[in-house]
């Protein structure tokens, strides 16, 4: 859970988001191409690739002059099973409730 802190924290930039969205959809793209996302200054839109990186959400290669940034599939995989984790115990809480509620409907009807 500690590594998924600073990830969940970077995510909650909308630039970073909207950055980290484009990138799971298109796939891999140079810095170039990612700045048209969002309408920020050179300097801002590095600093938000550079603190991606650090979080270890996106991974960087050079290509030529260019950089070409990507997903790195580690990072979404954690998101994924922690989100699972959550998912069952929620599912689960729901099914509960919704027993508790049949039942209380059927004693208000006298079925019980």
Do not use: C
């Amino acid at each position: 859970m500690n590594q998924l802190t600073p990830i969940f924290a970077a995510l909650g930039d909308p630039t970073r988001f909207a950055i980290v969205d484009r990138l799971l959809k298109e796939g891999e793209l140079s810095a170039g191409d990612i700045a048209q996302t969002a309408p920020i200054s050179p300097p801002a839109f590095s600093r938000h690739l550079k603190l991606l990186r650090e979080v270890g959400l996106v991974e960087q290669r050079s290509e030529k002059q260019k950089r070409i940034y990507s997903i790195r599939p580690e990072a979404v995989r954690e998101i994924s099973i922690w989100v699972m984790d959550y998912r069952k115990f929620w599912e689960a809480s729901l099914d509960r409730l919704g027993e508790l509620v049949d039942e209380d409907n059927q004693r208000k009807r006298g079925e019980l």
